[in-house]
T-cell receptor
Framework: DTGVSQDPRHKITKRGQNVTFRCDPISEHNRLYWYRQTLGQGPEFLTYFQNEAQLEKSRLLSDRFSAERPKGSFSTLEIQRTEQGDSAMYLC?????????????????FGPGTRLTVL | AQKVTQAQTEISVVEKEDVTLDCVYETRDTTYYLFWYKQPPSGELVFLIRRNSFDEQNEISGRYSWNFQKSTSSFNFTITASQVVDSAVYFCALSDGLDTGRRALTFGSGTRLQVQP
């Protein structure tokens, strides 16, 4: 089984530009999560999908951020009009929702992240 | 609101020493899960363990062991006979969304462990 993959691994952009990141989850995982991690901090939740439905969004996800998972497989995270404060590591995770109540807190497996630097 | 506190920002030990990483959590829910992840210098978070709130049995996996105590809201992680390869940032995380449908993990700020040869 291949793990979660993310592309690109690094992105440098100028303030005001739009950027898009891609995440490919572990095959057959039906849940996909996006987190943001700044230096010296733990990851902070942004949003998550179950299949193609976006079920939860954090207050951190401003109007400039949009995420999609059109066919319930890979996902994209777009940031429009980037700001210097958007500089961070963007992490994607995937998991499998089990059919038993005991599985409600699925284990999330993380990708290597995309490091964004906004100049 | 849920919260995870890892008070130790950085720990430095010499190889073969035992080390314990502390994790204290806050939640109003009675049903929740706790996790530990390792983040080596490469950056990818590696899952180590998941524990539910109804199972307070300590767990041992090789050189790793976990001590879960609901009475003190703690879920501490001990590495026995540490090795240089254990050098990483370790995160404790909480998932407590059974009633609300919330599935996000709430992470602590991490503890950086440096194991010197």
């Amino acid at each position: 089984d291949t793990g979660v993959s993310q592309d690109p691994r690094h992105k440098i952009t100028k303030r005001g530009q739009n950027v898009t990141f891609r995440c490919d989850p572990i095959s057959e995982h039906n849940r996909l999560y996006w987190y943001r991690q700044t230096l010296g901090q733990g990851p902070e939740f942004l949003t998550y999908f179950q299949n193609e439905a976006q079920l939860e969004k954090s207050r951190l996800l401003s109007d400039r951020f949009s995420a999609e998972r059109p066919k319930g497989s890979f996902s994209t995270l777009e940031i429009q009009r980037t700001e210097q404060g958007d500089s961070a590591m963007y992490l994607c995770a995937s998991s499998y929702l089990g059919s038993f109540l005991a599985d409600w807190a699925d284990t999330q497996y993380f990708g290597p992240g995309t490091r964004l630097t906004v100049l | 609101a849920q919260k995870v506190t890892q008070a130790q920002t950085e720990i430095s030990v010499v190889e073969k020493e035992d080390v314990t990483l502390d994790c204290v959590y806050e939640t109003r829910d009675t049903t929740y899960y706790l996790f530990w992840y390792k983040q080596p210098p490469s950056g990818e978070l590696v899952f180590l363990i998941r524990r539910n709130s109804f199972d307070e049995q300590n767990e041992i996996s090789g050189r790793y062991s976990w001590n879960f105590q609901k009475s003190t809201s703690s879920f501490n992680f001990t590495i026995t006979a540490s090795q240089v390869v254990d050098s990483a940032v370790y995160f404790c995380a909480l998932s407590d969304g059974l009633d609300t449908g919330r599935r996000a993990l709430t992470f602590g700020s991490g503890t950086r462990l440096q194991v010197q040869p």
